[in-house]
Nanobody
Framework: QVQLVESGGGLVQPGGSLGLSCAAS????????MGWYRQAPGKQRELVAV???????NYAGSVKGRFTVSRDNATNTVYLQMNTLKPEDTAVYYC??????????????WGQGTLVTVSS
């Protein structure tokens, strides 16, 4: 069984910064893409940022230049550094990973979600 455990999140003022992390655990042979999605109240889940195993990144236009995604392949951990946060960044943030399990199966795994609230 493969799990993603997120940490970080919370309440921050507009213009502030916050960091999220997500560690994958279980019987993992490898992980290709890791990343972050978010879902605001009443809206669909959307991509925030993803990073491939060799470091290529892709960002949503709304966060480009403010958010940075990174990963540590040795620990199967992905990070999201969020700067210059805006109220519209308020959402539940979900970690996502495309995992190759030790059984050889390809799995798409989601974290439990962590709430980020940007408010004064």
């Amino acid at each position: 069984q493969v799990q993603l455990v997120e940490s970080g999140g919370g309440l921050v003022q507009p213009g502030g910064s916050l960091g999220l992390s997500c560690a994958a655990s279980g019987s993992i042979l490898g992980i290709s893409t890791m990343g972050w999605y978010r879902q605001a109240p009443g809206k669909q889940r959307e991509l925030v940022a993803v990073i491939a195993s060799r470091g290529r990144t892709n960002y949503a236009g709304s966060v480009k230049g403010r958010f940075t995604v990174s990963r540590d392949n040795a620990t199967n951990t992905v990070y999201l550094q969020m700067n210059t946060l805006k109220p519209e960044d308020t959402a539940v943030y979900y970690c996502n990973a495309a995992v190759i399990a030790a059984t050889g199966r390809s799995l798409e795994v989601w974290g439990q979600g962590t709430l980020v609230t940007v408010s004064s």
